[in-house]
Structures are given as structure tokens and as C-alpha cells.
């Protein structure tokens, strides 16, 4: 072992300085002799000789710097020649440190990280997002019912095809449209695409079923007259058709509870009080605003709800909230002349009643006459999972007797 | 401070009966087995120098004659433990140079499988214990290694070293209580080398005649002895022994000895800072236990200074040899971290197969 | 099956296994001629004697220290500490000795040695007796923590816990051991690592050890009549090993947790199982985890309020709403 090397003297040391040597070039030196004092990290110490021989070569001279397992001295015993030659080995601590960085594994380059969704992050849970990412449902489209508005498995609609392990052949694709010359593309809305997501997935995975009735209305219209009469003298809103059957649809769908339900995958949920979902159309497509507690709510109170989520709609200004815990849903159309249609459920309730227009018609009366008669066909779209047909039957039933007199429905 | 120094002392030793029955090549070999600790250790130290070794070298040189003396005695149901200055006891008790070494190295092959370091040595078909760092800590095993020999009936005893420092710790004090109190066959032995760390004994302890003296707190036996010289080494351990063995009693000894090199070798003020060169020189020469023991076989007429040398020179091999074999060795494999930390993984028995017992990724 | 208490079942336990393996032997303060500090190993000293069942001063380090170094030479001590709060004068041996003279040693010497204990609050003792260590504890690897919460699994983990080849630390509660439990009259023994299903359900899961895994029941009662909410209630029983497994399944059946222990919140029991979901079950969740611990300070002493300190029904009922 002719060459010395900077000596390791504390658990902590990583080079030191040689302050002082103690033996000269061409003294002898024996085993256990102090060759020089080293400045550590912590101290000076003392670098021992471990054999015997002559101090040929001073590398690091006093006040030099050398890392733990750099030479700094040649020591020769007798007899001994200078293995390491004009080139000693480089220094040991350097090699490793200066071969880590090529052997160590490529860190990921910092592109390969997934980039951070553009725009504003849609808040979901880690589940939400996966089932939404195997059904293909674009989150921004969902109306989250978590905390925070925060998107959660439920809010994602169901997929209009079974798992694929148990499930039959998907259904035929309807191949989208390229859009031509002359032609416009138009971006879906989050709006549009919640539309197309929900009424898609209600549509092919609820077994609908559909019932109609015509009403007379010409008491409803008689007494819709004199209230209005009385409000405009008073300076108070018009009352609308629709308040009328609203009130009417809450007030039934109170004493019908199994049709004010939900499908709940083991079970049929009842709910304690009726929150109508009214369909407002808007520009873009069309909300559902909840009137809560309707069947607790005068006619007044109604209409002026109706009236506040209108314009509230049209400026969009309503409140997430003010979207979720609907039971049922009313659609009328009847302001556009529609006499008749039937509307998709609206998941996860069980019923959607769709209004039809007031029509001047001739009936038979009680007389065995034909008369002028004001009538109007109210439809229900039912889920049959929840609602069968005779059930949905009575609930018409009661609603066209309460429209048939209203004066019922103001006490 | 109102120490007594020991007038020298009028006992011959070495007829002793315990010595005086020793052959020559007991003798000897007893030689040998110091010698052996100190090349050992000076070869690990110029290994550690040069960066071969991680962590702390505490080195046992000058007090070699205890460890020899003490584990020289011991039968199938004594047992040794000691605390982080652990080689000594180790190669004593009959641990070879190559496991030794090869822990230092921190290699799969060291007796520790380079898991434990200077400082944890272990040899439990050896009776030795370990190894073990944490000053003070060793005392309560030792303690349990005493109680274990006499709840299962045997004739035994356990040695358990500690240090000059070690004695203010407050378990070493619980122990001697109940050593005491339930009559056990533990042996504490003091190597008082006058330093815990860089504070001087008398700067750390409030001492009458001794530290063993404290014993008398707990009406436990105590011997003060001078450690440099291997015959009373053994006297005193064998009075201490029979205790043991015959009366299920435990006895305090201190031996006076001391280290040549630092607390570790990290150590700077070891020399010159905390103590003065010349009390280190004056050791060297005159208290120096290899070289008493070597005397007293020399006056003996068992051995030659050319024999000597041979011995000398054989274990200087043999130490050269382990750190060859160190540096061959392998380290421990990544996958070996999580070995031996659990019996039942180890052996994937049922328990250890069930529920998760490391938490990485 | 007889109706005895924690205690009796633990009692049980060692009366058992005393006599089934000649090397098991109770140690600690008051265990034999004052037959336990809580009763726990009343009978034993009268019934086993001296060498099985042994008094020791007051000496947690030493007799600790004392249990392991006995254990090395094959012993099976079970070492009482009289409130697990005490051991804090023993954390040398426990977790340098105990816990690490196996790896230190390259695997040649085992430490089947069984420390036990009450290990809670809400007995007006104070901070100082407190203390609930299996989170300082089970951090150690090479140690392993059981935090049994009736008699039954109380008597079926100690016999695995005296058997266990490994240094188990066993967290009993004064307040359960009066609590009666069914246990059976044959023997049995449960594993260590296996949590239990104490209760059923689909919305939330309650992952709870110990003492909190009866509270996270109670609220799970409450959750089912008032909130029409089905809590699952998970009993970890034993914190390492962990069965994995077993919060990995209820985490993924109800997609949400809220996780309920009796270590204070800061790097406690449920902070390694929040981990874990958020590890391995991320994409499961519904909601994000809630914890209810220990409020976060030295347990007060005033009887009025110490209780509101503990987790408690309503603390875990107002978290679950928070996410159900």
C-alpha cells in the first residue's frame, strides 16, 4: 500500500485540509506514526501510518485540500518500487460521484406529465370521473349534487348500453353527420350536451310508457278570468294556464305518492314532498328549475315562483340548486298551439306530465248537445319500473277532476 | 472527587486457581485471542481510513485483556452481552475475523448480513448477545439473559459490560434492583477506561471508592480490579461466577482499564484535547495488557519473543485476509432490506402471510 | 357461549396459554399478589404461583428491558405496563431492543415477547395517562400492534399474540374492561392482520379500531334511523399487520370513508389508512376521506369535557353527512 489517501476520520467527512506535516520527504516511517494533522469537518486530527517504509512523495503539501480516498503521500518500504507510477489511479471518491449521473435512470422527462386540463377544472370525485371516463361523458356537461357542486357517481348518467361483460351487442352506432358546404357546426353547450346525455339515456334505458286525457277546461278558464280581473284592478300579475296546472299536478301528485317516486336500483323511493321541475325553455335549449313544496304552495305563490324562474332563467341567473331535487316534471307547449305530445322522463323521477294547448272544440254535453267546449289533453310519460298504467291512470284521473273544478285546489 | 488509589496489589494472580490450572497452550492462546482483537481492529481502522467502511468505529485497543479474560471463562449456560464497543467481546467469544470484518463493511456476508454495523455484533450459538448502541440499553438484556438461565433451571449466569458512562444511566439502576430483589445470575462488568465519550469519569460520576461501590445500594457483591492484567481479570470474574452458579447471586465488578484511540475514531480531542498525550503514552508503556500478559509467559518460560512474533504475524495475515474477504464480498441485496425484520415474514409462516407488514408504495 | 367481560377474556387467555406452554410468564407491576391494577390477572398468582406470574417494582425500563432480554433466550414474557402511558420510560427497550435487535442482528435472534396494556382516554386521568401509543408504535417496523375493542377478538388475538414469534404490542381500554362479550367455551384463536366486519353496510364506511370502533357503530345506528344512511363499520383490530385487503373492499363497495380513532389526528392510525385509500383506491372514492380523532391536545382533564374531546357519535355522524 505505498500510496496514502486523504484517511476517512469521522462518519461525517468528506474531505480535509492537510494542515501540517509531520514527517518530511525521506523520513522513516513506522507503523502507528503521525504522517500529518488533517483539518476534518469537525476537527484536527491525526493521519496514521499503518506500515512502515520512507515518505518518497508529498502530493498534498500543507494547507492543501484533498477529498476522502484522494492521495496525498507515497509511502515505499524497503525494497519497495512505486506501483502506481508517474499516474496514480484518479481519485477513488471522484469516479463514482462523476459516473451517477449516466448510470442513474432517466427521470420522466417533465413532458411526459399528463397536462392539466385546459380552462376551468370541473370538480368530481375520483370515482365520478371514472365511471364517466368508461361511459364517455364529458364532465364540464354535468350538473354536480356533491358538496360544492362537486360531480359524484350518481350525476353521471347511466350508459344507454349494459357492461360489456354481460351485455348484448351494442346497439348499431348512428353515424354523425359531417357537416357540408352552406352547412354550420355548431359547438354543443354544456347545456345541449347535458340535454342529449340525460333524455338519450332515460329514453333507451327506461321503459316508458304514455297516457293521455282531455279535461274540459272552461271552468278553469271562467275562473282564471275573474282572477284576473280582480288582480289587474288590484295591479297584481297576471295568473297564467300553467299556474293552474301546476297547482293541479302538485296538488295530485300529493295524494298519489308511489307516482311522485324514484327507481332506486333494490327499491322504490316515495318522496315526502312534491318538487316540480318545470320545464323552461330558453335560448338555448331548455332548464328545469324545481318549484319545491308544491303541493304546500297557493296558486299566488306559484305563479309568482314561475314568473321568478322565467326571468331568472333567461338571464341565467339561477343557482345550481335551484336545478336539483325535482320529483316530477311539468312541459307545456300549449302556447305554441301543440294540442298533444309526450314528453321523455326526466331520470330520476318516474313521471312527466306534458300540457297540451286550450282548444275550442265541439263535445257532446251532459244534455246530449253539441257544444262549443274548451278542452285540453294532458299527457303523462311514465317509467314503468315505478308507475304502472292503471296507477298513472287514477293519478289523471284526479288531476282532470281538479282541473275540472278549480275551486277545489284554492282551499 | 475522593477516590482511593489501590496499593499495588500483593495478590499474585496467576495462582490463582483458575489460572494456575491453565496449560501452556491455554496460555497462549489466551495471548492469541488479545492479539487477535487488537490486529483485527488495527486493520479495520486503516480499512475505515480509507473510506471502506461507513458510520462509527468504536475501537476496543488497550482493554483487550477483559473481554479475553472474562468470555475465556465462561461455560455452555453463561452468556455475554455487551454495548456498542463490541468487538472484543465478539471475536472472545469465538466470532471469526472474516464475519467480523465483513459487517464492517456492511456486507451480506458479515455476521450481521451488514445490517447492524460496528456496533451490533451478534453470535447467539456463541452466547454472545450482542452489540448494541444505545448506552445503557444492554442492562435490562442482560438483566433478562440472567433471568432466562434461572427460570428455566440451568446452572448459569449472563456477563453483561457496560462502560464508565453507562453506569449513570437510570435502567442500569432499576437493574441491580432487581438482580437483587430476585436473586439473579447477572454479572455486570464496569470497564471503567476513565472517559464516556470526552468527559473524564470523575468529571460524570460522584464517586467514593469506585463505581462498583454503588452496588452495596442494592446489597449486591463488588470488586474493584485492575483490567490491565489477564490473571485478575480471571480471578475476580471466576469469584464472581460461582456466585452466580452457586448462589443465583449477581456481583458489580469495575476494571480499571483504558482505550488508546477516541471514543470512536471520529474522536478529535481524544489526544492532547480531553486527555494529555503523555497519559496515553504512559499506558501504552507501562499498562499495556498484551504486553503484561506476554511478560508474565516470557518469565514463565512459555514463550520466546520469536514465537511471539510468529503469532503476531499470523493474525496480522489473518487480518489482511478478512479484509480481503470484506472487500470481495458482496453488499446485501435491495430486496434484503426487508428481511429479518419480522420472524413470521421470514419464515412465511401463516402469520406471516397475513395482513400487510411494510407500508411502501 | 358465555357472556364475560374484557377482562375475564383476556384473563382467560393467559390461564390458557400458561398452561399450554410452560414458557409464557406474566411480569409486571402489581400483576400477581394484587392481582392487577384492573383485575386483569386476578386469580393467576393463587392459581400458577410465583414463577408464572411475577411482581415487579416499579421499574418499566428495567423489567421491559428485563422481559426481552429473556425472550432472546426463548422465554414468552407477557409484561404488563399499567397504562401503556407509562411506557414512555421504556421506549429504549421497546423500540431499540425490541423492536430492532432482530434486524440489527441479521435475523439471528427473535423477540417473542408480548407488552401489554390499557391504552386510552376518557377517564379523567389526564395527559400524562392518557396516552394512545399504537401509532408512535406500529411507525416502528419490526414491532406489531393489536387494538382489540371486545372480549372475543380481546381473548382470540392475546393467545395469537403469546404465540406470535415477533414483540406484540397490546393495546387494551379501561373502559371496555368491564364491557361484557360473548366468548366462545372452546378454544379459539384469531389472527393478527385480519380486520373485522362489525357491521354491513353500502353508503359510507366506518374504519375505526378499539374503543372508536364501538363509537363508529353506535353511529352507524343513528346514521341507519335518523339519516336513513347504511354505514359499513370496519374494525381494523390489528394495526400492523394490516389487513389491507379488508379497507381496500369497503373503501371500494361504498366509495366513501370516514375514519374514526382514537389517536390524536397528527400522523395517527387514520392518517396511514387515509393514505392507503388515497393510494390504492383513489379512483374508488366518491367523496374525499374524513377523519374524526382525538381533538388535537393533551387530554383535558375535566370530566364535563374530556368527552367531547374523544371521538364521539355526532362528530362522526356530522362528517358523514358532510359527504353522503
Given at each position: 500500500m505505498p500510496i496514502i489517501t486523504m484517511p476517512k476520520l469521522s462518519d461525517t467527512m468528506v474531505e480535509g485540509t492537510i494542515a501540517r506535516w509531520k514527517k518530511k520527504q525521506g523520513d522513516l516511517v513506522e507503523a502507528g506514526d503521525i504522517l500529518a494533522e488533517v483539518e476534518t469537518d469537525k476537527a484536527t486530527m491525526e493521519m496514521e501510518a499503518f506500515d512502515d517504509g520512507v515518505l518518497k512523495e508529498i502530493y498534498v503539501s500543507d494547507g492543501g485540500v484533498a477529498k476522502v480516498g484522494e492521495k496525498v503521500a507515497l509511502v515505499l518500504a524497503e525494497g519497495e518500487t512505486d506501483e502506481g507510477g508517474e499516474t496514480p489511479p484518479a481519485p477513488k471518491a471522484e469516479a463514482p460521484a462523476g459516473a451517477k449521473p449516466a448510470e442513474s435512470k432517466a427521470a420522466p422527462a417533465p413532458a411526459a406529465a399528463p397536462a392539466a386540463?385546459?380552462?376551468?377544472?370541473?370538480?368530481?370525485?375520483?370515482?365520478?370521473?371514472?365511471?364517466?371516463?368508461?361511459?364517455?361523458?364529458?364532465?364540464?356537461?354535468?350538473?354536480?349534487?356533491?358538496?360544492?357542486?362537486?360531480?359524484?357517481?350518481?350525476?353521471?348518467?347511466?350508459?344507454?348500453?349494459?357492461?360489456?361483460?354481460?351485455?348484448?351487442?351494442?346497439?348499431?352506432?348512428?353515424?354523425?353527420?359531417?357537416?357540408?358546404?352552406?352547412?354550420?357546426?355548431?359547438?354543443?353547450?354544456?347545456?345541449?350536451?347535458?340535454?342529449?346525455?340525460?333524455?338519450?339515456?332515460?329514453?333507451?334505458?327506461?321503459?316508458?310508457?304514455?297516457?293521455?286525457?282531455?279535461?274540459?277546461?272552461?271552468?278553469?278558464?271562467?275562473?282564471?278570468?275573474?282572477?284576473?280581473?280582480?288582480?289587474?284592478?288590484?295591479?297584481?300579475?297576471?295568473?297564467?294556464?300553467?299556474?293552474?296546472?301546476?297547482?293541479?299536478?302538485?296538488?295530485?301528485?300529493?295524494?298519489?305518492?308511489?307516482?311522485?317516486?324514484?327507481?332506486?336500483?333494490?327499491?322504490?323511493?316515495?318522496?315526502?314532498?312534491?318538487?316540480?321541475?318545470?320545464?323552461?325553455?330558453?335560448?338555448?335549449?331548455?332548464?328545469?328549475?324545481?318549484?319545491r313544496d308544491a303541493h304546500k304552495l297557493t296558486l299566488k305563490e306559484i305563479s309568482a315562483t314561475v314568473k321568478d324562474f322565467a326571468k331568472r332563467a333567461r338571464d341565467k341567473k339561477l343557482k345550481p340548486e335551484e336545478y336539483q331535487g325535482g320529483t316530477i316534471t311539468v312541459s307545456t307547449l300549449g302556447?305554441?298551439?301543440?294540442?298533444?305530445?309526450?314528453?321523455?322522463?326526466?331520470?330520476?323521477?318516474?313521471?312527466?306530465?306534458?300540457?297540451?294547448?286550450?282548444?275550442?272544440?265541439?263535445?257532446?254535453?251532459?244534455?246530449?248537445?253539441?257544444?262549443?267546449?274548451?278542452?285540453?289533453?294532458?299527457?303523462?310519460?311514465?317509467?314503468?319500473?315505478?308507475?304502472?298504467?292503471?296507477?298513472?291512470?287514477?293519478?289523471?284521473?284526479?288531476?282532470?277532476?281538479?282541473?275540472?273544478?278549480p275551486a277545489l285546489m284554492l282551499f | 472527587m475522593t477516590t482511593t488509589t489501590a496499593a499495588p496489589s500483593p495478590v499474585d494472580y496467576a495462582k490463582a486457581p483458575v489460572n494456575a490450572q491453565l496449560t501452556p497452550e491455554e496460555k497462549i492462546e489466551l495471548l492469541r485471542q488479545m492479539v487477535r482483537i487488537r490486529r483485527f481492529e488495527q486493520t479495520a481502522l486503516k480499512f475505515?481510513?480509507?473510506?471502506?467502511?461507513?458510520?462509527?468505529?468504536?475501537?476496543?485497543?488497550?482493554?483487550?485483556?477483559?473481554?479475553?479474560?472474562?468470555?475465556?471463562?465462561?461455560?455452555?449456560?453463561?452468556?455475554?452481552?455487551?454495548?456498542?464497543?463490541?468487538?472484543?467481546?465478539?471475536?472472545?467469544?469465538?466470532?471469526?475475523?472474516?464475519?467480523?470484518?465483513?459487517?464492517?463493511?456492511?456486507?451480506?456476508?458479515?455476521?450481521?448480513?451488514?445490517?447492524?454495523?460496528?456496533?451490533?455484533?451478534?453470535?447467539?450459538?456463541?452466547?454472545?448477545?450482542?452489540?448494541h448502541g444505545i448506552v445503557g440499553g444492554q442492562t435490562p438484556l442482560g438483566l433478562g439473559l440472567a433471568y432466562g438461565v434461572k427460570y428455566k433451571g440451568l446452572t448459569g449466569s449472563a456477563l453483561c459490560f457496560l462502560g464508565d458512562?453507562?453506569?449513570?444511566?437510570?435502567?442500569?439502576?432499576?437493574?441491580?434492583?432487581?438482580?437483587?430483589?430476585?436473586?439473579?445470575?447477572?454479572?455486570?462488568?464496569?470497564?471503567?477506561?476513565?472517559?464516556?465519550?470526552?468527559?473524564?469519569?470523575?468529571?460524570?460520576?460522584?464517586?467514593?471508592?469506585?463505581?462498583?461501590?454503588?452496588?452495596?445500594?442494592?446489597?449486591?457483591?463488588?470488586?474493584?480490579?485492575?483490567?490491565?492484567?489477564?490473571?485478575?481479570?480471571?480471578?475476580?470474574?471466576?469469584?464472581?461466577?460461582?456466585?452466580?452458579?452457586?448462589?443465583?447471586?449477581?456481583?458489580?465488578i469495575e476494571f480499571d482499564t483504558y482505550r488508546y484511540y477516541g471514543h470512536s475514531v471520529a474522536d478529535a480531542k481524544h489526544k492532547g484535547g480531553y486527555r494529555k498525550e503523555e497519559e496515553i503514552e504512559k499506558y501504552k508503556n507501562e499498562h499495556d495488557p498484551i504486553r503484561i500478559f506476554k511478560n508474565h509467559l516470557v518469565a514463565e518460560k512459555i514463550l520466546n519473543e520469536e514465537q511471539y512474533e510468529a503469532i503476531d504475524a499470523e493474525l496480522k495475515k489473518e487480518a489482511n485476509a478478512s479484509a480481503q474477504f470484506a472487500d470481495e464480498s458482496a453488499p446485501p441485496t435491495e430486496s434484503s432490506i426487508f428481511e429479518d425484520v419480522y420472524y413470521e415474514v421470514d419464515n412465511q409462516t401463516e402469520a406471516g402471510r397475513t395482513g400487510r407488514h411494510f407500508f411502501n408504495d | 357461549m358465555a357472556l364475560i367481560e374484557y377482562r375475564d377474556a383476556l384473563n382467560?387467555?393467559?390461564?390458557?396459554?400458561?398452561?399450554?406452554?410452560?414458557?409464557?410468564?406474566?411480569?409486571?407491576?402489581?400483576?400477581?399478589?394484587?392481582?392487577?391494577?384492573?383485575?386483569?390477572?386476578?386469580?393467576?398468582?393463587?392459581?400458577?404461583?410465583?414463577k408464572r406470574v411475577v411482581d415487579c417494582p416499579i421499574s418499566e425500563a428495567g423489567f421491559v428491558g428485563m422481559g426481552v432480554g429473556a425472550s432472546m433466550l426463548g422465554l414468552r414474557p407477557v409484561i404488563e405496563i399499567m397504562f401503556w402511558s407509562f411506557a414512555t420510560v421504556a421506549y429504549d427497550q421497546i423500540v431499540n431492543n425490541a423492536g430492532q435487535i432482530r434486524y440489527m442482528s441479521g435475523g439471528l435472534i427473535n423477540c417473542p415477547i408480548v407488552i401489554r396494556g390499557p391504552a386510552n382516554g376518557g377517564t379523567n386521568v389526564g395527559a400524562t395517562h392518557s396516552h394512545t401509543p399504537e401509532n408512535w408504535l406500529a411507525a416502528i417496523p419490526g414491532l406489531k400492534v393489536v387494538c382489540p375493542a371486545t372480549a372475543y377478538d380481546a381473548k382470540g388475538l392475546m393467545k395469537t399474540a403469546i404465540r406470535d414469534n415477533d414483540p406484540v404490542m397490546f393495546m387494551e381500554n379501561t373502559l371496555l374492561y368491564g364491557e361484557k362479550?360473548?366468548?366462545?367455551?372452546?378454544?379459539?384463536?384469531?389472527?393478527?392482520?385480519?380486520?373485522?366486519?362489525?357491521?354491513?353496510g353500502s353508503d359510507v364506511s366506518l374504519i375505526a379500531h378499539g374503543r372508536s370502533a364501538l363509537i363508529a357503530l353506535k353511529a352507524a345506528e343513528i346514521l341507519?334511523?335518523?339519516?336513513?344512511?347504511?354505514?359499513?363499520?370496519?374494525?381494523?383490530?390489528?394495526?400492523?399487520?394490516?389487513?389491507?385487503?379488508?379497507?381496500?373492499?369497503?373503501?371500494?363497495?361504498?366509495?366513501?370513508?370516514?375514519?374514526?380513532?382514537?389517536?390524536?389526528?397528527?400522523?395517527?392510525?387514520?392518517?396511514?389508512?387515509?393514505?392507503?385509500?388515497?393510494?390504492?383506491?383513489?379512483?374508488?372514492?366518491?367523496?374525499?376521506?374524513?377523519?374524526?380523532?382525538?381533538?388535537?391536545?393533551?387530554?383535558?382533564?375535566?370530566?364535563?369535557?374530556?368527552p367531547l374531546q374523544l371521538p364521539i357519535p355526532q362528530r362522526i355522524i356530522n362528517k358523514v353527512l358532510e359527504i353522503c
Open positions: 386540463p385546459a380552462g376551468s377544472r370541473v370538480k368530481a370525485s375520483p370515482l365520478a370521473k371514472k365511471i364517466a371516463a368508461e361511459r364517455g361523458v364529458g364532465l364540464e356537461s354535468l350538473e354536480g349534487s356533491g358538496p360544492g357542486g362537486r360531480v359524484v357517481a350518481k350525476d353521471v348518467p347511466e350508459k344507454g348500453a349494459a357492461p360489456a361483460a354481460a351485455a348484448p351487442a351494442p346497439p348499431p352506432k348512428i353515424p354523425a353527420t359531417a357537416a357540408g358546404q352552406g352547412d354550420q357546426r355548431i359547438p354543443l353547450t354544456g347545456m345541449r350536451r347535458v340535454i342529449a346525455e340525460r333524455l338519450l339515456a332515460s329514453k333507451t334505458q327506461l321503459p316508458h310508457f304514455y297516457l293521455s286525457i282531455e279535461v274540459d277546461a272552461s271552468a278553469l278558464m271562467r275562473l282564471r278570468k275573474e282572477l284576473n280581473s280582480a288582480n289587474e284592478s288590484a295591479g297584481l300579475p297576471k295568473l297564467t294556464i300553467n299556474d293552474f296546472i301546476l297547482l293541479a299536478v302538485g296538488r295530485a301528485a300529493s295524494s298519489h305518492p308511489y307516482i311522485n317516486a324514484s327507481w332506486a336500483g333494490d327499491a322504490i323511493i316515495q318522496y315526502g314532498s312534491v318538487n316540480i321541475s318545470v320545464a323552461v325553455a330558453v335560448d338555448d335549449g331548455l332548464v328545469t328549475p324545481v318549484i302556447a305554441y298551439g301543440i294540442e298533444q305530445f309526450f314528453a321523455i322522463v326526466n331520470p330520476p323521477q318516474a313521471a312527466i306530465v306534458a300540457v297540451g294547448a286550450i282548444v275550442k272544440k265541439p263535445v257532446v254535453n251532459a244534455k246530449n248537445e253539441i257544444v262549443v267546449g274548451e278542452r285540453m289533453t294532458i299527457s303523462l310519460s311514465g317509467d314503468h319500473r315505478v308507475v304502472d298504467g292503471a296507477v298513472g291512470a287514477e293519478y289523471l284521473g284526479t288531476l282532470r277532476k281538479l282541473i275540472e273544478n | 475505515y481510513s480509507q473510506g471502506k467502511m461507513g458510520g462509527f468505529l468504536h475501537l476496543y485497543i488497550g482493554q483487550e485483556s477483559i473481554a479475553v479474560g472474562t468470555v475465556s471463562l465462561l461455560g455452555d449456560d453463561d452468556h455475554a452481552i455487551t454495548a456498542y464497543r463490541s468487538h472484543g467481546h465478539a471475536l472472545a467469544s469465538g466470532m471469526g475475523m472474516n464475519e467480523c470484518m465483513a459487517e464492517l463493511y456492511g456486507k451480506a456476508t458479515g455476521c450481521s448480513k451488514g445490517k447492524g454495523g460496528s456496533m451490533h455484533f451478534f453470535a447467539p450459538d456463541k452466547n454472545f448477545w450482542g452489540g458512562g453507562a453506569v449513570n444511566q437510570g435502567c442500569f439502576y432499576e437493574c441491580l434492583n432487581m438482580a437483587s430483589l430476585f436473586d439473579l445470575p447477572a454479572i455486570y462488568v464496569i470497564e471503567n477506561n476513565k472517559y464516556s465519550m470526552g468527559t473524564s469519569f470523575d468529571r460524570s460520576s460522584v464517586v467514593d471508592k469506585c463505581l462498583a461501590q454503588r452496588a452495596e445500594a442494592f446489597g449486591i457483591e463488588w470488586e474493584q480490579a485492575d483490567g490491565e492484567d489477564l490473571y485478575e481479570v480471571r480471578a475476580v470474574t471466576q469469584r464472581a461466577l460461582e456466585r452466580a452458579h452457586q448462589e443465583s447471586r449477581p456481583t458489580v | 382467560q387467555a393467559f390461564a390458557e396459554e400458561i398452561e399450554r406452554d410452560p414458557n409464557v410468564v406474566l411480569i409486571g407491576e402489581e400483576v400477581a399478589q394484587y392481582d392487577g391494577a384492573y383485575k386483569v390477572t386476578r386469580g393467576l398468582w393463587k392459581r400458577f404461583g410465583d362479550g360473548e366468548v366462545p367455551e372452546e378454544e379459539y384463536l384469531i389472527p393478527l392482520g385480519v380486520a373485522d366486519l362489525k357491521r354491513e341507519a334511523s335518523e339519516h336513513n344512511i347504511n354505514a359499513e363499520v370496519l374494525d381494523l383490530r390489528s394495526i400492523r399487520p394490516l389487513d389491507e385487503d379488508a379497507v381496500l373492499a369497503s373503501v371500494r363497495k361504498t366509495h366513501r370513508a370516514v375514519l374514526v380513532d382514537e389517536n390524536k389526528p397528527f400522523c395517527g392510525v387514520s392518517a396511514q389508512i387515509s393514505t392507503l385509500i388515497m393510494e390504492k383506491a383513489f379512483d374508488e372514492l366518491d367523496a374525499p376521506v374524513r377523519r374524526v380523532c382525538t381533538l388535537d391536545a393533551p387530554a383535558i382533564y375535566s370530566p364535563a369535557v374530556e
